[in-house]
């Protein structure tokens, strides 16, 4: 099975930007929809935006406009970039895919701290 690993995170000051990044170790189209979401301990996990087949991209309202998905299908690579980011934004963010044959697939989630 096709695994995901997360990268980028780390501290950032806000206003700040940061791109993350989720990695598959195989053929990235073997999920159908590949997601960003995000988690604050205490809290339920939020989805950030959904991208299907690197062809449609979809976003949660509250991250609109600040938090950009992208594909680079020859790294077979999602990435999350976030720009003006605010203290609230920091959480662990996750990669989630939903595979073509049956399933779901999360990465192990990177840390993303927003403070001054």
């Known amino acids: 099975q096709v695994q995901l690993a997360e990268s980028g995170g780390g501290l950032v000051q806000p206003g700040g930007s940061l791109r993350l990044s989720c990695a598959a170790s195989g053929n990235i189209f073997s999920f159908y929809v590949m997601g960003w979401y995000r988690q604050v301990p205490g809290k339920q996990r939020e989805l950030v935006g959904t991208?299907?087949?690197?062809?449609?991209?979809n976003y949660a309202d509250s991250f609109k406009g600040r938090f950009t998905i992208s594909t680079d299908s020859a790294k077979n690579t999602v990435y999350l970039q976030m720009n003006s980011l605010k203290p609230e934004d920091t959480a662990v963010y996750y990669c989630n895919g939903r595979s073509v044959l049956g399933g779901e697939v999360w990465g192990q989630g990177t840390l993303v701290t927003v403070s001054s």
């Open positions: 991208t299907n087949n690197a062809a449609y991209i």
